[in-house]
T-cell receptor, first 114, second 115 residues
Framework: AQSVAQPEDQVNVAEGNPLTVKCTYS??????LFWYVQYPNRGLQFLLK??????LVKGSYGFEAEFNKSQTSFHLKKPSALVSDSALYFC????????????FGAGTRLFVKA | DTAVSQTPKYLVTQMGNDKSIKCEQN?????MYWYKQDSKKFLKIMFS???????INETVPNRFSPKSPDKAHLNLHINSLELGDSAVYFC??????????????FGPGTRLTVL
């Protein structure tokens, strides 16, 4: 079965420190990979995506993610966390085949402490 | 202008009632989606329409019925509401090419509370 795993329910980091939110996936073939962020009482917002090409993808608000095919991972990173980065982060995968269905991970809550 | 809008934002109703949630997008996208987010924030696809055609229909009770009058609108009607239907329902849209990694744009959500 195709799935997305975000192994950490919560990540805590001090402001100014680097942050990593982990994501691994299990799908057949090469997928499209996404990160979305959800602030309280808001809808999901797109952060970045991997389609093809360079394994390091840069996105909004200084976030980046690295696609690792051998480890089937797509971890989200930021060199220096801000308190305003505190939110719920979703990793999502869309297989190249199978139509329009996107599979979302369970989400990781990021807390950045001042 | 709001790209993806939903009405109402909050919906409180009694068990057994029938209710509808409306969604509109002004992005010119071909594909629209309904997602359910439960109390643990888990996001699950319910339905998707592409050019007014139903293309995704997950295992959802048949009390839930989507309707797409045109490409810009996707409504969700729920019959005989149950306590377990309480959740936040998100509408989303995307350009809709099945061969590209098109980004989804989400509405603000409708918080449904069934009493």
């Amino acid at each position: 079965a195709q799935s997305v795993a975000q192994p950490e329910d919560q990540v805590n980091v001090a402001e100014g420190n680097p942050l990593t939110v982990k994501c691994t996936y299990s799908v057949s073939g090469n997928p499209y990979l996404f990160w979305y962020v959800q602030y309280p009482n808001r809808g999901l917002q797109f952060l970045l995506k991997y389609i093809t090409g360079d394994n390091l993808v840069k996105g909004s608000y200084g976030f980046e993610a690295e696609f690792n095919k051998s480890q089937t991972s797509f971890h989200l990173k930021k060199p220096s966390a801000l308190v305003s980065d505190s939110a719920l982060y979703f990793c999502a995968v869309r297989p190249h085949t199978g139509g329009f269905k996107t599979i979302f991970g369970a989400g990781t809550r990021l807390f950045v402490k001042a | 202008d709001t790209a993806v809008s939903q009405t109402p934002k909050y919906l409180v109703t009694q068990m057994g009632n029938d209710k509808s949630i409306k969604c509109e997008q002004n992005l010119g996208h071909d594909t629209m989606y309904w997602y359910k987010q439960d109390s643990k924030k888990f996001l699950k696809i319910m339905f998707s329409y592409n050019n007014k055609e139903l293309i995704i229909n997950e295992t959802v009770p048949n009390r839930f019925s989507p309707k797409s009058p045109d490409k810009a609108h996707l409504n969700l009607h729920i019959n005989s509401l149950e306590l377990g239907d309480s959740a936040v329902y998100f509408c989303a849209s995307s350009q809709g090419s099945p061969t590209s990694g098109d980004t989804q744009y989400f509405g603000p959500g409708t918080r449904l509370t069934v009493l």
